[in-house]
C-alpha cells in the first residue's frame, strides 16, 4: 500500500509504543513509552488484546451508543467528542500521533485497520485520531490539517496532495444536540507505490466550531490504490461514515 498510516504496537502488561506506519516522519508518543521505541521497520505489530479496547458504556439511547450497528465507539476524552469505526478498526487507548508540518494539531485516541507488515516493515491501510487545535479560521484550518496529514502519511512514497473543496457539514450535534458549525476538506495523495506503498490515499478532516476557544478535529485516512492484495484498502463508505459519527459529549 503506499502510505500505510497508524502503526500501532501494543506489548499487553507492560507499556504500550506506537510505531508509526510508513510515517517516517510522524512523532510516536505513548503515555510510558519505553527506553527505546520501535520504528516502522520493527517487528510484526501486535492486535490490541480485548481488555485493551475501549468499551461502550452508554444507555441506550444515549450519545455513547453506536449510530452504526456494531461498530465501536471511540470517546476522545482529548477533543470532548466521539466517534465510531467498523469491526475491523483497531483502537488504541493512550496513543497520539503528531505531524512535524502541524506539531500543534496532535491525533490522540486514534484507530488503524489493516496492519500488516512487509519487507521487514510494519504498515497499515488506514488510521484515524482526533485533537484541538486553537481557534482560527475552520476551512483554514481543515485545510491546513488535511495537506499536513497528507504529506506525513505519504511520506515514503512521496505523497503529493490535492485538496478538494470544503464544504460545510450540519450532522455534528453538540452536548445540547444541536447541529454544531462543522466543514469537512477531502484531500487525494498520489504517491510512488510499490508491493508495500499504496500508489494513492485519502484523508478527511472534520473541523468543528462549537463557539469554544479551540477547534475540534477529526482526522481520517485510508488507501485508495496500489499496495498488496492483502489486507485490502478501506471501503470509501466507512471512511465518510466514520467522519459522520462524529458527535460532541
Known amino acids: 500500500m503506499i502510505f500505510s498510516i497508524i502503526a500501532i504496537v501494543l506489548i ?9 506506519l510508513n510515517r517516517d516522519n510522524g512523532t510516536p508518543a505513548a503515555d510510558n513509552p519505553p527506553p527505546s521505541t520501535p520504528r516502522s521497520s520493527g517487528s510484526a505489530p501486535k492486535p490490541p488484546t480485548s481488555s485493551s479496547i475501549p468499551k461502550t458504556s452508554g444507555q ?4 455513547l451508543q453506536p449510530r452504526n450497528t456494531g461498530w ?26 503528531s505531524s512535524k508540518a502541524m506539531p500543534d494539531a496532535t491525533l490522540y485516541f486514534p484507530a488503524s485497520v489493516g496492519d500488516y ?4 516493515a510494519n504498515y497499515s491501510r488506514g488510521g484515524l485520531g482526533g485533537g484541538t487545535v486553537a481557534r482560527a479560521d475552520p476551512t483554514d ?5 488535511a495537506k499536513a496529514y497528507g504529506a506525513e502519511f505519504y511520506t515514503s512514497g512521496n ?3 490535492t485538496t478538494g473543496t470544503p464544504r ?8 445540547d444536540g444541536k447541529p454544531q458549525l462543522g466543514v469537512q476538506v477531502d484531500a487525494t495523495i498520489a504517491a510512488t507505490g510499490n508491493e508495500c506503498f499504496a500508489s494513492k490515499g485519502k484523508v478527511s478532516v472534520l473541523v468543528i466550531d462549537n463557539g469554544g476557544s479551540t477547534l475540534q478535529f477529526l482526522v481520517v485516512n485510508g488507501d485508495v490504490e496500489g ?3 492483502t489486507p485490502p484498502p478501506p471501503a470509501d463508505a466507512d471512511l465518510q461514515k466514520i467522519v459522520d459519527s462524529a458527535r460532541e459529549y
Open 168 to 175: 460545510t457539514v450540519k450532522s455534528v450535534l453538540g452536548t
Open 72 to 97: 465501536t465507539v471511540i470517546k476522545n476524552d482529548k477533543a470532548k467528542f466521539i466517534y465510531e469505526v467498523p469491526p475491523s478498526w483497531k483502537p488504541v487507548p493512550g496513543a497520539t500521533l
Open 60 to 63: 441506550p439511547g444515549d450519545a
Open 141 to 145: 484550518v481543515a485545510i491546513s490539517i
Open 12 to 20: 499487553v502488561g507492560a507499556v504500550v509504543t506506537i510505531v508509526l
Open 227 to 229: 499496495g498488496p492484495a
Open 117 to 120: 507488515q512487509c519487507q521487514g
Open 159 to 161: 505523497g503529493v496532495v
